[in-house]
């Protein structure tokens, strides 16, 4: 199991060195830039979805998903920014200041927890 978990942790490093931001008015889906929002192996693409467009990050509930605990940070593991969402279906978004790569937790009411990772260019 562990050796599984390790290589799609580096297979998701692997693609967040790939990830590039086309124009500033391209939605650019969570799923298209191959990071993928995860609870272990099972996607939440589906009734959530984020996409980043400049230096702004969207993260969409489309279903109800009860509370919302958002946090992002960057790549050092500096919190950048938290949120809660108390009704779902709803959105949160985010300003993101400086370029480069970033991670995504969300933490539901039910205790299911899920993350992402972006990266914002200048």
Do not use: W
């Not at 702004?56 to 919302?68: K, M, P, S």
């Not at 920014?81 to 009411?109: C, H, K, Q, W």
Request: net charge negative; hydrophobic share 35%; charged share 20%.
């Amino acid at each position: 199991m562990k050796k599984v978990f390790l290589a799609v942790m580096l297979f998701q490093i692997g693609f967040i060195a790939e990830a590039k931001q086309t124009t500033i008015n391209d939605k650019v889906d969570v799923c298209a830039t191959h990071s993928n929002i995860y609870n272990g192996t099972e996607s939440r693409s589906q009734s959530i979805s984020a996409d980043i467009t400049g230096h702004t990050l969207t993260i969409t509930f489309n279903d109800n998903v009860g509370i919302a605990h958002i946090i992002i940070k960057d790549s050092n593991g500096v919190y950048i920014d938290r949120e809660n969402v108390f009704s779902t279906p709803d959105y949160a978004t985010f300003f993101i200041n400086d370029a480069g790569y970033y991670r995504m937790d969300i933490t539901l009411s039910n205790g299911e927890q899920y993350y992402g990772y972006f990266r914002v260019e200048n």
